[in-house]
């Protein structure tokens, strides 16, 4: 694979005037306002003299349990931030919490994006950390800091040990998703499962599966936005303080030798990190949240892409939701890095992509070693050849809908079914359990009005349970069609984030019930089976049943939200706005 020229980074000189220097680096009455105010906390007055001033733009809150010990993280970024010569300035942003914001925490995602630019350019900072873990706050993040394209970084939270019930391991957000299965099944007692509950979150950290939050932090890895081997090492293990620390003391550098989003956001970065993704069997909302990012950067990143560099990519990282082991296992098997070095020498990787090392891609990996093949796999003993996402096409989904190959079963890649259609969420579970719902196996469960608009927010509930007459057959995995995303914790054959949305008016919005749906993987095809005049003329009579929302950001969101096809991003937010000092008013 040839690399562009276009990577090679050249450092600015050091010293120069910074950023920060508009707001501190004077002596007339509002260079001494800003300071006077900073120096109430105790700062001396040396630490105003032109040093890079470093944001750690902290998501940290107790309302997201996965991120509750950041504030030890940030300390320890802070230590390293001093020890390199800059002054870290640590401030809250809105943070993205998935296992307790309603509706779905994916109508948030933007908002806090928002409030990260406008910080970020508002402020007195020439560079910044950015301290996520839980899913949707790694692509907030660094949506952003994209879009103000100042140095910036990212340290993990990390995910959460093994969990274990019963001398079994137990996966965040998968087990959930099993047990639930299991008593609708009769296969486990209620009782079983509030004890479970206790065990399923081991210690601090974000979810221990490849779940979308340890996707992410491979994402930000890949993209070369964290520094090599942040994305698996556990929470609460003393080597993720060192990696903060270590953090710390790479953005004041970054900041001397200006080495921005940009820089390192590359096309070649983009098409890194979706090999990667194929690889780890990451999560679906990657998709989403990478044409996000890019569109921030101005990378001119499209679904197409996603099937396109996924293909011919095995997944060989042997995690739940697809595999078998947990993100602990992963870290102690020698974590991302391992598997880039795999991708790098199969020749499936842009060797000299730079990271926020300053370093290619290669040089940080090239020493490393697979310290337990049974974790990160050999190719010939991959879970799945072809472990690239999916994106398919057809009459049901002009613009796109996406397909994850190692969650999903063989037998049903290619499947012809009858629908059993939903026209909402509260549709759905008002019908799944009723025993006289006509369904059966071969059906496809159709479930619409889940997608940015519609939910509002796209949720995730595509990987709708099964019904329970079907489940005491002792029956997995049906196809499943929505315009919703999966959580990444999530497995099953899941057609997800179809294009345009039901609520947009999309083809989905008019499925009926007994319509044959044809899912073909192999041909990339998602088709119901019915005339071009005919579809026309129901697209032409259909009208929502939603009531859009009147006011407030809920609003905002339902006028602004692009669809999941180019990352659900607010189309006024997408591109970069850069840093440019605001005016002062004093
Ligand atoms: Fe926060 Fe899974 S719920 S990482």
Same mark, same amino acid.
């Given at each position: 694979?040839?690399?562009?020229?276009?990577?090679?980074?050249? $450092?600015?000189? #050091? !010293?120069?005037?910074?950023?920060?220097?508009? #707001?501190?680096?004077?002596?007339?009455?509002? %260079?001494?306002?800003?300071?006077? #105010?900073?120096?109430?906390?105790?700062?001396?007055?040396?630490?105003?003299?032109?040093? !890079?001033?470093?944001?750690?733009?902290?998501?940290? /809150?107790?309302?997201? !349990?996965?991120?509750?010990?950041?504030?030890?993280?940030?300390d320890r970024v802070k230590h &390293?931030?001093?020890?390199? &010569? &800059?002054? !870290?300035?640590?401030? $809250?942003?809105?943070?993205?919490?998935?296992? /307790?914001?309603?509706?779905?925490?994916?109508?948030?995602?933007?908002?806090?994006? =928002?409030?990260?630019?406008?910080?970020?350019?508002?402020? $007195?900072?020439?560079?910044?950390?950015?301290?996520?873990?839980?899913?949707?706050?790694?692509?907030?993040?660094? =949506?952003?800091?994209?879009?103000?394209?100042i140095p910036a970084i990212v340290v993990s939270g990390g995910p959460m040990l093994n969990g274990y019930f019963r001398g079994e391991r137990v996966a965040s957000g998968t087990a959930l998703w099993q047990m639930s299965e299991d008593i609708k099944a009769g296969k486990m007692t209620q009782e079983d499962f509030l004890e479970a509950e206790q065990s399923m979150s081991r210690s601090a950290g974000s979810c221990n599966t490849m779940g979308t939050a340890s996707t992410m932090a491979s994402m930000a890895e890949a993209l070369g936005m964290a520094l090599s081997g942040n994305a698996a090492i556990p929470a609460v293990d003393s080597r993720r303080r060192v990696m903060a620390h270590l953090t710390g003391r790479r953005i004041v550098d970054m900041v001397k030798d200006d080495l921005k989003p940009s820089d390192i956001l590359t096309r070649q970065a983009f098409e890194n990190a979706i090999r990667v993704n194929g690889a780890i069997g990451g999560s679906t909302n990657a998709v989403i949240h990478l044409l996000a990012i890019a569109g921030r950067v101005g990378v001119d990143l499209t679904l197409d892409d996603w099937d396109k560099l996924g293909q011919e990519i095995a997944t060989i990282v042997n995690l739940m939701p697809s595999g078998k082991y947990l993100m602990e296992e992963f870290f102690y098997a020698g974590g991302l890095p391992v598997v880039i070095k795999h991708l790098a020498e199969a020749g499936k990787l842009h060797k000299n992509a730079i990271t926020v090392s300053g370093e290619s891609i290669w040089e940080e990996v090239k020493e490393v070693r697979n310290w337990n093949p049974d974790v990160i796999l050999p190719v010939e003993k991959a879970l799945t050849q072809k472990g690239g996402i999916v994106v398919l096409k057809g009459n049901l989904a002009p613009q796109g809908a996406v397909l994850k190959p190692s969650a999903a079963s063989a037998h049903l890649l290619q499947h012809r079914g009858r629908a059993v259609v939903f026209e909402d969420i509260d549709d759905y579970k008002a019908k799944i359990n009723d025993e006289a719902l006509d369904i059966d196996e071969n059906c496809v469960m159709v479930l619409k009005n889940c997608g940015p608009k519609g939910y509002p927010g796209m949720a995730e509930v595509g990987n709708m349970g099964l019904p329970p007459k079907v489940l005491r057959k002792g029956i997995k995995d049906m196809v499943r069609i929505s315009d919703a995303r999966m959580s990444g914790t999530a497995y099953g054959t899941v057609v997800l984030h179809t294009t345009p949305e039901a609520a947009a &008016?999309? $083809?989905?919005?008019?499925?009926?019930?007994?319509? =044959?749906?044809?899912?073909?993987?192999?041909?990339?095809?998602? %088709?119901?089976?019915?005339?071009?005049?005919? =579809?026309?003329?129901?697209?032409?009579?259909?009208?929502?049943?939603?009531?859009?929302?009147?006011?407030?950001?809920?609003?905002?969101? %339902?006028? %602004?939200?692009?669809?999941?096809?180019?990352?659900?991003?607010f189309d006024f937010l997408k591109g970069c706005r850069g840093a440019a000092v605001p005016k002062d008013s004093h």
């Open positions: 694979m040839s690399d562009s020229e276009k990577n090679k980074f050249v $450092p600015k000189t #050091w !010293p120069r005037k910074l950023r920060s220097t508009e #707001w501190f680096g004077g002596t007339s009455r509002d %260079h001494i306002y800003h300071r006077s #105010w900073m120096k109430n906390q105790g700062l001396p007055a040396d630490l105003f003299d032109g040093r !890079p001033v470093i944001g750690i733009c902290n998501t940290w /809150s107790q309302l997201t !349990p996965c991120n509750a010990h950041l504030r030890d993280l940030a &390293g931030i001093y020890e390199a &010569g &800059g002054l !870290p300035l640590e401030f $809250p942003v809105f943070s993205v919490g998935e296992s /307790s914001l309603r509706p779905t925490a994916m109508m948030y995602r933007n908002m806090a994006a =928002m409030d990260v630019e406008e910080a970020l350019r508002a402020n $007195p900072l020439d560079g910044v950390v950015l301290l996520a873990g839980c899913d949707k706050t790694t692509p907030a993040l660094l =949506m952003g800091a994209c879009s103000v394209d &008016g999309g $083809p989905l919005a008019v499925i009926q019930n007994g319509d =044959m749906i044809e899912l073909d993987v192999e041909k990339r095809r998602l %088709h119901v089976d019915i005339s071009d005049e005919e =579809m026309a003329s129901r697209l032409a009579n259909w009208k929502s049943h939603l009531e859009p929302p009147k006011s407030g950001y809920i609003k905002l969101f %339902h006028d %602004h939200v692009q669809g999941a096809d180019t990352g659900a991003d």
